[in-house]
């Protein structure tokens, strides 16, 4: 497939859908937020997110470095060090990674008192 080529979300075989996906797995947006200022190494993602386990982060990284999105920096020296970064393409998501970041710290308060609506109402029945 091209440049051209035309993709829709919504169709169950479209590879865009895929990546929609992939973007909303638990752990992406919180990687390419935290790669917005900059190249972090491997422990310092892991404090910053502080609840993943090494294993789930190694295996984001891998999948956002499959995907173009992240690039993954080896430096000879001891012990070994390794950077990740955004790649164009994956700096290209930004400005849509920071609207849902703020759109979700702006409305929080309101999603939690809809679910405690939700919660003590399902009680009820």
Same mark, same amino acid.
């Given at each position: 497939?091209?440049?051209?080529?035309? *993709?829709?979300?919504?169709?169950?075989?479209?590879?865009?859908?895929?990546?929609?996906?992939?973007?909303?797995?638990?752990?992406?947006?919180?990687?390419?937020?935290?790669?917005?200022?900059?190249?972090?190494? *491997?422990?310092?993602?892991?404090?910053?997110?502080?609840?993943?386990?090494?294993?789930?982060?190694?295996?984001?990284?891998?999948?956002?470095?499959?995907?173009?999105?992240?690039?993954?920096?080896?430096?000879?020296?001891?012990?070994?060090?390794?950077?990740?970064?955004?790649?164009?393409?994956?700096?290209?998501?930004?400005?849509?990674?920071?609207?849902?970041?703020?759109?979700?710290?702006?409305?929080?308060?309101?999603?939690?008192?809809?679910?405690?609506?939700?919660?003590?109402?399902?009680?009820?029945?």
């Amino acid at each position: 497939m091209d440049s051209t080529t035309n *993709f829709n979300v919504l169709a169950h075989d479209c590879p865009s859908r895929a990546i929609m996906q992939r973007l909303g797995e638990k752990w992406t947006p919180l990687v390419l937020l935290l790669l917005a200022d900059g190249p972090l190494r *491997f422990s310092m993602l892991r404090q910053r997110i502080s609840t993943v386990t090494p294993k789930v982060l190694t295996q984001t990284l891998r999948t956002l470095e499959r995907d173009g999105l992240v690039s993954r920096k080896v430096t000879e020296q001891v012990p070994i060090r390794v950077d990740y970064e955004l790649t164009e393409l994956g700096a290209s998501l930004l400005t849509a990674m920071d609207a849902i970041r703020l759109w979700s710290e702006q409305h929080a308060a309101s999603v939690l008192a809809a679910r405690e609506d939700y919660d003590w109402g399902s009680l009820e029945t």
